[in-house]
């Protein structure tokens, strides 16, 4: 441990509770130790990773975050684990406007830049600066109780508002831009962000967002109602839940799956877009589309792809410019000038 001047520090973020997150972490800091650059770390994390690899970091001095360096010194997070580690890490770093960098250990992964056979390569894309920073959208989360506040978090992949009780439903009543939309028993709904699309949303039957797209999602979970579809609205609309006093019915808010907040009958949730996004490292320019196959493994055999502009036919009688070719655009003429007999 000790306290860094003058040196480009970087933290870096593992799930302690699994060896290979602590052998990867043990991994990283040594390389950037050897690029000349600091490693930061939580201190109960130099505590972990001491009783797992013994004495291998004797040589490597680990600056202590918000000891030694505050986290808004830190260049990146390098983040080791699945999407989990990602969301906690997020949460540590909230205010730091701090770019993470995520190296998958986990399961699917969809928050994470690389794999665990990238390690190198990703320690070199932070020694080098080679990655960009993407901003994904967050959500704010008020929560009202009889009319007063009693509390506020944010989320970025959601916010749910779910059943308290197992063996019941939980009454609910939606509401967009301050109109209510329906209300219905159910085990609960999501609100989602396009980030959390892929999530807990995508789970429960909603559409999978396009990152770059702005808007905010709402899913019911299996609720009793003729109508029950997801919504896809504005990024500034403001969505609200509300449980309705029934039978003395509670409800819990989850956020990212993370923190909780008991719902009593007549509580009521509140989410708009955040003002402060999550930022992320990204080196690979992979479309969402090519992330999304690999992720769920989507079968794509047989596809063959967009047709090549040269390969049709031109000529004053096969006019280009139509989407399905020429011939489709004479057949179109020959309608509009009617019968030629």
Request: hydrophobic letters at 40%; glycine letters at 10%; proline letters at 6%.
């Amino acid at each position: 441990m000790t306290e860094a001047h003058g040196s480009r520090e970087i933290l870096v973020l593992a799930h302690t509770g699994r060896h290979d997150a602590v052998d990867a972490a043990a991994a990283v800091a040594e390389r950037l130790h050897q690029a000349g650059l600091t490693p930061v770390m939580l201190e109960r994390d130099i505590a972990s990773l001491g009783h797992v690899v013994g004495d291998r970091l004797r040589d490597v001095p680990i600056a202590v975050a918000d000891t030694d360096v505050p986290l808004s010194r830190c260049e990146v997070g390098m983040v080791l684990g699945g999407d989990g580690s990602i969301l906690r890490a997020a949460e540590l770093v909230r205010g730091a406007d701090l770019p993470l960098m995520g190296i998958n250990l986990g399961h699917v992964g969809f928050l994470a830049e690389s794999e665990r056979t990238e390690l190198d390569a990703s320690v070199q894309w932070v020694v080098e600066q080679d990655y960009t920073v993407e901003r994904r959208m967050a959500i704010d989360v008020q929560v009202w109780q009889s009319g007063d506040h009693i509390g506020s978090t944010w989320a970025l992949n959601e916010a749910s508002v779910e059943k308290h009780a197992r063996e019941r439903m939980v009454d609910l009543v939606v509401e967009v831009d301050g109109r209510p939309i329906s209300a219905f028993g159910c085990d609960g709904v999501v609100m989602a962000t396009p980030t959390g699309s892929t999530a807990y949303a995508f789970s429960a039957g909603g559409p999978v967002v396009w990152p770059e797209v702005e808007a905010l999602v709402m899913v019911p979970i299996s609720a009793h109602a003729l109508f029950a579809r997801p919504l896809v609205v504005a990024p500034d609309s403001v969505l609200a839940v509300e449980v309705l006093q029934r039978e003395e019915e509670q409800g819990v808010l989850w956020c990212d799956g993370r923190r909780a907040t008991e719902l009593p009958a007549g509580s009521r949730v509140e989410v708009t877009r955040s003002a402060e996004p999550v930022l992320l490292a990204r080196v690979k320019q992979t479309p969402f589309s090519e992330r999304l196959v690999d992720k769920f493994n989507l079968p794509t055999s047989g596809w063959r792809g967009p047709v090549d502009a040269a390969n049709t036919v031109q000529g004053p009688d096969h006019p280009t410019d139509h989407p399905m070719g020429g011939e489709m655009t004479t057949g179109a003429r020959h309608l509009e000038e009617g019968p030629t007999s």
